[in-house]
């Protein structure tokens, strides 16, 4: 497969983000066991499986959305210190959330504030870090409107009037306008149709690749994980059942399970 | 009154409340919470400036009590009324004679002095709540100074007006630290905020929440580098008292279209008028 995208070449010797022993429990019930991955800087990781498999349990205590029962996860900051963002107070896990990494959401409801403008929805992540110039807010939202392909003049519109893939990438305007290191995306492209998200993923590996973004996608979309991802992780019942290069367990799945799972996919 | 304590509430509410006082004065901005009592009028008459009057309020206490800036309207009245049944004090509609002013809406023109108080009514005390509804997270927000929210909506305004159309109950930034709501007055009385040598006290009865500016602290008026910080300006003056410096209103005087601007402080434009006589 040479369509797919090619592994970034890094010199850098710490990944940005190691996962070891990630679990999480609800109570007697198991969300995610024991799940470890390096993700290194420009890499794309594709966590994909069924739904109730454990993937989203994965991103959520990552981005700090779900407190974690055990496991640790080593982030590499930009001054180069290491921190384990799962025992991070509070308070230096949200300025972490504001500046380094990013949320894009399945429902672009959960990512947007539908009250106010397009414009104040991307600018409100550059305001949170002190962004005190209107002038300079507004033309940095234009520019990122621009760089997700919606017009420019829509600008001063409400997110609640433009259409779901519209809404999509806007989000994801808002998710990376601070410039992030690492982008979490649960289900990126999950509501829309399938002509919206081919343009949709056309533009997120030209962002991916453009910025240098590392980003863990979580999807039960092996064509989404095959078109964005370098590596892929394999859930079933919680945990890790296979990873590897995205091509290599695309297509020549070991795993049973992995196997039941690429022959599933309809080719029409 | 013998029927009632002393400014109707009971010792100990008064001790509850003056707790609340005291750690707001300590934390400039801050909403400390409190077991806000039922009054004997309805919520958003000023429950909880009365309650905070109620816990301060002394013998020797001279109170004026304003509604629009003025003296004389129903709120105002009746405020006034209620004290002076309940503590026998003395009133005043002078604000230089006064020792405690209570007030919807306004701060006085006439400039406050040391040793004034002030106890503002508050409506709805939370700034973040327009764009926040769960009381955690406002809280969290507060405590980790995460104040973004507050400059989207100035964002919002300038985009859909062309400039920041709020115009009263302007957020400002206490002590540059706690984004507070100074409670509905006009952004034409938040300089009177900043650095004011009276001590500013401010109770929300329904939403149980005090809070409070110490004399001296500086109390900043959020805006935009590009967009900065402006208060109301009127092109005529006050049609009674002449005044160009204070805050106007515009009253109907005719069936025809007539209108007059004239000052909403009438302690104010009243002293005015009998010193040009």
Not at chain 2, 37 to 62: H, K
Request: hydrophobic letters at 40%.
């Amino acid at each position: 497969m040479t369509s797919g995208p090619q592994p970034p070449t890094s010199t850098i010797e710490v990944p940005l983000l190691a996962v070891r022993g990630l679990t999480k429990r609800y109570g007697g019930r198991v969300g995610c066991l024991d799940v470890g991955f390096d993700l290194w800087p420009g890499e794309v990781l594709g966590v994909v499986g069924e739904s109730g498999s454990g993937k989203t349990s994965v991103l959520q205590c990552l981005a700090g959305l779900l407190q974690a029962t055990a496991g640790t996860a080593a982030f590499a900051q930009r001054d180069g210190a290491v921190v384990d963002i799962l025992r991070l107070p509070e308070a230096a896990r949200r300025r972490l959330a504001r500046t380094d990494w990013a949320m894009v959401q399945q429902n672009p409801r959960d990512g947007l504030r539908m009250g106010v403008t397009a414009g104040a929805n991307v600018g409100e992540p550059i305001m949170a870090v002190g962004a005190r110039h209107y002038g300079r807010i507004r033309r940095e939202a234009l520019g990122w409107l621009r760089q997700v392909e919606i017009p420019e003049e829509r600008v001063d519109d409400l997110p609640s009037t433009f259409s779901g893939g519209m809404q999509q990438r806007l989000q994801i305007a808002r998710a990376l306008v601070t410039r992030p290191r690492l982008v979490f995306m649960d289900e990126p492209t999950g509501g829309l149709d399938v002509s919206v998200q081919a343009r949709l993923l056309d533009l997120l590996r030209r962002l991916v690749t453009d910025l240098g973004l590392s980003a863990v996608i979580v999807t039960h979309d092996l064509a989404v994980a095959r078109l964005l991802a370098h590596r892929l992780l394999v859930m079933q019942g919680g945990e890790v059942i296979e990873s590897g290069l995205t091509d290599r367990v695309l297509d020549d799945p070991q795993h049973p399970y992995t196997q039941l799972l690429v022959s599933s996919v309809l080719h029409p | 009154m013998s029927e009632y304590n002393f400014a109707y509430l009971d010792e100990q509410t008064k001790r509850m409340i003056r707790r609340a006082l005291l750690k707001a004065v300590a934390i400039p901005g801050y909403q400390v919470r409190f077991g806000s009592r039922e009054m004997p009028l309805s919520y958003g008459w000023g429950t909880g400036g009365v309650q905070v009057t109620a816990a301060i309020i002394g013998p020797d206490d001279i109170l004026k009590v304003i509604d629009q800036g003025a003296d004389d309207t129903t709120n105002a009245v009746s405020i006034r009324k209620f004290f002076a049944r309940t503590t026998g004090v003395r009133t005043t509609t002078r604000t230089e004679r006064a020792t405690l002013i209570q007030t919807r809406h306004r701060i006085p023109e006439t400039p406050l002095r040391d040793g004034q108080i002030m106890v503002f009514q508050v409506p709805i005390p939370e700034p973040l709540r327009w764009l926040e509804p769960r009381e955690s997270e406002t809280r969290k927000m507060h405590a980790l100074e995460e104040y973004g929210i507050m400059h989207v909506r100035l964002y919002e305004d300038i985009t859909l007006h062309g400039r920041v159309a709020t115009a009263y109950d302007y957020p400002v930034r206490v002590n540059g630290r706690y984004i507070m709501r100074p409670s509905p007055i006009p952004k034409f009385d938040n300089p009177k905020l900043d650095r004011s040598p009276a001590l500013m006290l401010f109770g929300a009865g329904r939403e149980k929440r005090i809070y409070a500016v110490p004399p001296w602290t500086p109390v900043k008026s959020l805006d935009f580098k590009d967009h900065p910080f402006t208060i109301e300006r009127w092109a005529q003056a006050c049609a009674l008292c002449a005044s160009r410096e204070s805050f106007l209103d515009e009253v109907i005087v005719d069936d025809k279209g007539g209108r007059i601007f004239v000052c909403s402080d009438t302690d104010y434009c009243g002293r005015r008028q009998e010193r040009a006589r």
